[in-house]
C-alpha cells in the first residue's frame, strides 16, 4: 500500500474543496475528525492529517494555521497544498510541482524546494496566485487561489524543503470552467493519485 510510504512521517494536507480531496482522503484512509470552522480528516494509524480550507488565500493561511494548532504539527511535518489549476501551458490533468510562487497582491515571491520530493520527472512550475479564477492565462505557468497564502504560513512551521504545492491542471484557454464540477475534478486527480504525495523521502531527526 502507499500508506507505507508514509510511516514514521509527519504529513499535512491542505486542500481547498472536497473533489480535489476526494482520493487523498480515500487512498490514505483518513476519518474526518473535525467539522468546524474547518473540515479536518486524519489517518488513524499515521501521523498524517488533512484540511479543508475552503478558497482564498485567506482561508488557505487560517486553514494552515488551524491545523498546525490542531494536530501540534512538529518542524519537521511535511506540508503538501494541493489542488487545481489552469494553465495555458500544459495539457489538461497533467500534474505540476510549483518552484516559484507569485500573488496578485503582493510583492514577495517564494521559492518551494523541491528537494524533499523523490520524483523529479514531475514537470516544475511557477505558481501564480490570484483573487478570482483566470480566464485569459495572459502569462506563462498555472493559477490558483490558495497557493501563496498557504506557503506564506507554512514557511515559518517547517523548513523549505519540506513545503510543497502540488498541482493538477483543470482548465486552459477556452475551458468552460463551469463543467469543472465535483466528479470531473475527482477523476483528474483519481488518474494521478499514485504520485501524489508519497514519493517524498523520510527526513531524518
Known amino acids: 500500500m502507499i500508506e507505507k510510504n508514509f510511516e514514521g512521517v509527519s504529513v499535512r494536507w491542505v486542500i481547498a474543496l472536497k473533489g480535489e480531496a476526494e482520493e487523498i482522503i480515500k487512498n490514505y484512509a483518513m476519518k474526518r475528525v473535525e467539522s468546524t470552522p474547518f473540515p479536518v480528516y486524519k489517518n488513524k494509524d499515521l501521523d498524517m492529517w488533512l484540511i479543508l480550507s475552503g478558497i482564498g488565500q485567506l482561508n488557505a493561511v487560517a486553514a494552515t494555521s488551524y491545523l498546525y494548532v490542531k494536530s501540534d504539527a512538529s518542524y519537521n511535518t511535511i506540508w503538501i497544498n494541493f489542488g487545481i489549476v489552469g494553465s495555458r501551458n500544459f495539457k489538461v490533468g497533467d500534474l505540476i ?85 465535483k466528479h470531473r475534478v475527482e477523476i483528474l486527480v483519481s488518474k494521478q493519485i499514485q504520485f501524489i504525495g508519497f514519493p517524498f523521502k523520510k527526513r531524518k531527526i
Open 97 to 181: 510541482q510549483i518552484d516559484k510562487i507569485t500573488s496578485s497582491d503582493f510583492q514577495d515571491n517564494y521559492y518551494p524546494s523541491p528537494s524533499a520530493f523523490k520524483n523529479n520527472n514531475i514537470e516544475r512550475c511557477n505558481l501564480i496566485t490570484v483573487n478570482k479564477p483566470e480566464k485569459l492565462f495572459e502569462n506563462d505557468g498555472a493559477y490558483d487561489m490558495e497557493g501563496y497564502g498557504f506557503f506564506s504560513f507554512a514557511k515559518k512551521i517547517a523548513p523549505y524543503e519540506l513545503v510543497s504545492v502540488l498541482k493538477i491542471i483543470s482548465d486552459i484557454p477556452g475551458t468552460d470552467l463551469s463543467k469543472i464540477d
